[in-house]
């Protein structure tokens, strides 16, 4: 919501013409002076990072040049398939489930509940959001556990009678797709709810005009007109759920060790640097896992037209 | 740009063309002459004399101990007011923590920071025994190279230092050992008038006769992250058995292995076995007052049974390790057991070693510590310690120094834990509702793909 306004201030000035004043002195002075606190930091913990696990991933620990036989050597790895399935799977049902359910509250909130409620549910959504990656893997530890959950009677209903059963191997995407929801869907349904707000209400009164229902609306005008922020969204949410590491490496310790150490790419990364010692081998890897994000995303932009300015 | 497209396009298709010819050749250049991509594994630099860092008489030196060990160090700062220490709590490689070695890598990289005295697992000495990169120095010292003399290190229990044993030198003292003993209620085996068991197969058919007799009691767990180290090493099932410093021979289809898991499955299937660990969540509120007998280490006696399930005193007893019928030989596994290590960047080896020995070696620590000492004498005086007897129903100290005696030392020390195959294939199996003979060729699996990405050869012969 905020971010489109701000769009709107920042964006409409200049196309009413006020640019002169821009233009005409300090052009940048100032505005060097704000981007460069980001830029800075951007280039020592973004940029040169990543060029450095470039390097890595093409040298061995001598520093000789290696050409792709990091890649093979990891591909190779017993496993590393096993971690990119379970990547894969998590992936799926976590997009799938984000998508669907983000835009349809959204879309509930904005057209069939009262404004005062829908912002008190907003304002609930986004509560889990605000606790840390950490903190809301350790409240789902006491949720998953059938001898102290609140809803241990759920759980025991579906044959789950310990903490054990319930981690079983083929939980695991559906429990850490849990997790990754109840924390990020918040957050997201804000957004969506405002790139809903900034549909003008002439369009959707158009539409009822035309006789089209809620759902209609929804569905040919509303769900269209936010499909940019849909895609950005699943970009987003695709690049963090490729760099999965913290809710199975706690599900790890605190399932004391039912959980393999090596679930997700971004664990056989950190299991390869730090108990291998094999940085090289690592840097590998999350070059793979750059790959894959920078594919998708580049695909979805493609296919959406996201960085197409509409002249509206 | 449409409006023209026959040439274009023909020249896109050509330069299309070159530089996925251009790309390919790149490749094959790429992949053909570069260099390997494994680590340099140096196991060489580990006998090159060890060169200690420039020492500084009377420096501060730091220790790093895990919560229980913690004690025993501010106890030594207190009675040796003369040695500067700084003193930090971490988790002391328990549960197959690496948070140590990660450290110690990142330390490698920016050649400082090392602490200089640290309490770890026996795991932790495979890699510290060893360096993280090329020319660079193992963290761990030689203790034997004129730090420790040879009388201290060979008062140590029978093969309580081989986990410190690397290149003929040895690496860290150990603090406690773990030797693996039967547990029992003695008012319940009295009461329904049960003969401790002294071999397997009286064992399992006392578990058959209790499941049938008293159902819901039980006779043990597999459902830990070491129970393997309570069965499969004292059953000498051949896991994890390091035939060459680099060669790992892992054959769970040897009789041992398939013996001791047929015994478990027959126990599991009757419920007398639980694979529900002893330490799981809700264990201890729901059936510890159901445990029988239980097959594990020393440190069951204070840690299970008074703080875990808080048994009553004098209700709790313990008895030899088992012996297999028919056979001379009794072997015991080892759960655990801490060992204590000098860095070898200390700049102050002498206070650091002094610190090492008093910790293992003295009765004065040794005799008030939490867990079975490793070193022979402190051992004597710790079982003479009333506190640490007073619990159980008989007298301990015979079945804990038989089996201190007993630890079958072809349960190597490997570079990578032994728990991680075991909790996150063989448990959730059985969780799952296999069989553990069933699941024996996934362990194996999984056992020889941890050891070649840890640069082992593996056998299975």
């Known amino acids: 919501m905020t971010l489109l306004e701000t769009e709107r201030v920042i964006v409409a000035p200049s196309r009413r013409g006020t640019t002169p004043r821009r233009e005409g002195r300090g052009r940048g002075g100032a505005g060097y002076f704000f981007v460069a606190g980001y830029a800075l930091l951007l280039l020592a913990f973004g940029v040169f990072p990543t060029g450095y696990a470039f390097y890595l991933a093409f040298t061995n620990d001598r520093g000789q040049f290696t050409g792709l036989n990091q890649f093979v050597k990891v591909i190779q790895d017993y496993r590393f398939a096993p971690a990119f399935t379970h990547m894969l799977i998590y992936l799926v049902m976590w997009l799938v489930t984000l998508v669907v359910l983000v835009v349809l509250t959204a879309v509930i909130l904005r057209s069939r509940v009262r404004p005062g409620t829908s912002a008190l549910f907003r304002f609930l959504y986004y509560i889990p959001g605000a606790l840390a990656g950490v903190a809301s893997v350790l409240v789902w530890l006491f949720m998953l556990d059938p001898d102290v959950s609140p809803v241990s009677w759920l759980l025991t209903s579906m044959g789950l009678k310990t903490f054990a059963a319930v981690l079983a191997p083929g939980n695991l995407p559906l429990i850490l797709m849990l997790i990754a929801f109840w924390t990020g869907a918040g957050g997201w349904m804000v957004v969506m709810y405002g790139a809903l707000n900034n549909i003008p209400d002439e369009v959707l009164e158009a539409a009822r005009m035309d006789g089209a229902g809620p759902w209609q609306t929804a569905w040919h005008i509303q769900i269209p007109m936010i499909r940019q922020w849909i895609t950005y969204m699943t970009i987003m949410a695709f690049a963090t759920g490729t760099q999965l590491f913290v809710e199975p490496q706690l599900l790890q310790t605190a399932s004391l060790g039912r959980v393999s150490p090596t679930w997700s790419p971004n664990q056989l990364a950190y299991v390869y640097a730090f108990q291998q010692g094999d940085f090289n081998g690592a840097a590998a890897i999350s070059v793979v896992l750059l790959a894959v994000g920078l594919l998708a995303a580049a695909l979805l932009v493609a296919r959406s037209n996201l960085f197409t300015l509409d002249e509206k | ?461």
């Open chain 2, 1 to 461: 740009m449409e409006s023209s497209p026959s040439p274009r396009t023909g020249r896109r298709h050509s330069l299309l063309r070159t530089a996925a010819v251009t790309l390919s050749l790149a490749t094959t250049a790429v992949l053909a002459g570069c260099a390997s991509a494994d680590t340099t594994t140096d196991s060489s630099s580990g006998q090159s004399a060890f060169k200690p860092a420039a020492q500084k008489e009377g420096s501060r030196i730091t220790v790093w101990a895990d919560s229980t060990r913690l004690p025993s160090v501010q106890a030594y700062q207190k009675s040796h007011p003369d040695v500067k220490m700084k003193i930090v709590t971490y988790d002391g490689g328990a549960d197959g923590s690496t948070y140590l070695q990660s450290k110690v890598q990142l330390f490698d990289r920016t050649g400082s920071g090392w602490p200089d005295v640290v309490f770890g697992a026996p795991t932790d000495v495979t890699w510290a025994s060893e360096a993280t990169k090329p020319g660079g120095q193992p963290f761990a010292a030689p203790l034997d190279a004129k730090l420790v003399p040879r009388s201290t290190l060979d008062g140590f229990a029978k093969g309580s230092l081989t986990p410190c044993e690397f290149n003929g030198h040895t690496y860290c003292m150990r603090n406690d050992i773990a030797q693996v003993l039967l547990w029992y209620n003695k008012p319940l085996m009295d009461n329904w008038g049960y003969k401790v068991p002294t071999t397997w197969q009286e064992y399992e058919a006392l578990g058959e006769q209790v499941a049938k007799d008293h159902p819901g009691y039980l006779v043990g767990s597999v459902g830990d992250t070491n129970s393997h180290e309570s069965y499969f090493w004292s059953g000498q099932c051949p896991a994890f058995n390091l035939v060459k410093p680099d060669t790992l021979r892992t054959d769970l289809r040897d009789p041992k292995c398939t013996r001791m898991a047929k015994l478990l499955d027959n126990l599991i299937s009757a419920k007398a076995v639980a694979t529900q660990g002893f330490f799981s969540q809700g264990f201890a509120k729901n059936s510890g007052s159901k445990v029988l007998m239980a097959y594990g280490p020393s440190w069951y006696g204070q840690y299970l049974f008074k703080a875990g399930f808080k048994t009553p005193a004098k209700q709790i007893a313990a008895a030899p390790p088992l012996a297999w019928k028919g056979e001379s030989t009794t072997a015991t596994g080892n759960v655990g057991g801490g060992v204590w290590m000098v860095s070898s960047h200390s700049a102050n080896l002498k206070a650091s070693t002094g610190l090492v020995t008093w910790l293992t070696t003295s009765d004065e620590n040794q005799a008030t510590a939490p867990t079975y000492p490793a070193y022979a004498q402190a051992a004597k005086a710790w079982l003479a310690n009333p506190a640490n007897r007073d619990y159980f129903a008989n007298d301990v100290s015979k079945p804990f120094e038989q089996a201190a005696n007993e630890v079958w030392t072809g349960w190597s020390n490997t570079r990578f834990s032994d728990s991680t195959a075991w909790s996150s294939v063989v448990l959730p199996a059985l969780t799952a509702g296999k069989s553990l003979t069933e699941t024996l060729p996934a362990w194996q699996q999984e056992i020889a793909g941890e050891a070649k990405t840890q640069g082992y050869k593996v056998v299975d012969q």
